[in-house]
């Protein structure tokens, strides 16, 4: 059964250092992957997202991540942090039942101070 | 725009009561899902539907109904079975073909008084 692991349930970085929020998947065949923010009481936007062709994955805001099958690993980065990417990180793996279903990481909460 | 409606935002219940959850989209999505969200326990998936008059159970369904008689709506009926004291329930959708995203709503938040 897939499933995904999010390692820190709470990050701490300053404004302008580097963000890496990490997340490793099981999955018996090749995933599908996704990275969702939230912001409080909001509901899930779409940061990114792995299906096929190139490891590296940009999305929006700046952020990028990267998959490595050899690490089992999708970790999500921004070169340079803002106030505003404060907000909770959801990392998924799709179920691969073929139903659309996403299984999702516990959230790494990303706290950013001044 | 297209997008995902949840309603109400809030929404408190009194223990034994039935209160019911409203998910609308028009995005043309054949799928929709509820989640509900606890902290430090991610997203767990209550119920889903892959086209109108059909539904399955979730990992956490115990407690919950569903229906889905249009194609575009998918309401949630959280009995009095349902333990829970406070939680904030997302509604989403998605073609429904792995490898494609879904769209989530706002959220309701649900209180039992």
């Known amino acids: 059964a897939q499933s995904v692991t999010q390692l820190g349930s709470h990050v701490s970085v300053s404004e302008g250092a580097l963000v890496l929020l990490r997340c490793n998947y099981s999955s018996s065949v090749p995933p599908y992957l996704f990275w969702y923010v939230q912001y409080p009481n909001q509901g899930l936007q779409l940061l990114l997202k792995y299906t096929t062709g190139a490891t590296l994955v940009k999305g929006i805001n700046g952020f990028e991540a990267e998959f490595k099958k050899s690490e089992t690993s999708f970790h999500l980065t921004k070169p340079s942090a803002h106030m505003s990417d404060a907000a909770e990180y959801f990392c998924?793996?799709?179920?691969?039942?073929?139903?659309?279903?996403?299984?999702f990481g516990q959230g790494t909460t990303l706290q950013v101070k001044p | 725009d297209g997008g995902i409606t949840q309603s109400p935002k809030y929404l408190f219940r009194k223990e034994g009561q039935n209160v019911t959850l409203s998910c609308e989209q028009n995005l043309n999505h054949d799928a929709m899902y509820w989640y509900r969200q606890d902290p430090g326990q991610g997203l767990r998936l209550i119920y889903y539907s892959q086209i109108v008059n059909d539904f399955q159970k979730g990992d956490i369904a115990e407690g919950y109904s569903v229906s889905r008689e249009k194609k575009e709506s998918f309401p949630l009926t959280v009995t009095s079975a349902q333990k829970n004291p406070t939680a904030f329930c997302l509604c989403a959708s998605s073609i429904g073909i792995e490898g494609h995203e879904q769209f989530f709503g706002p959220g309701t938040r649900l209180t039992v008084l």
């Open positions: 998924a793996v799709s179920d691969q039942s073929n139903t659309g279903k996403l299984i």
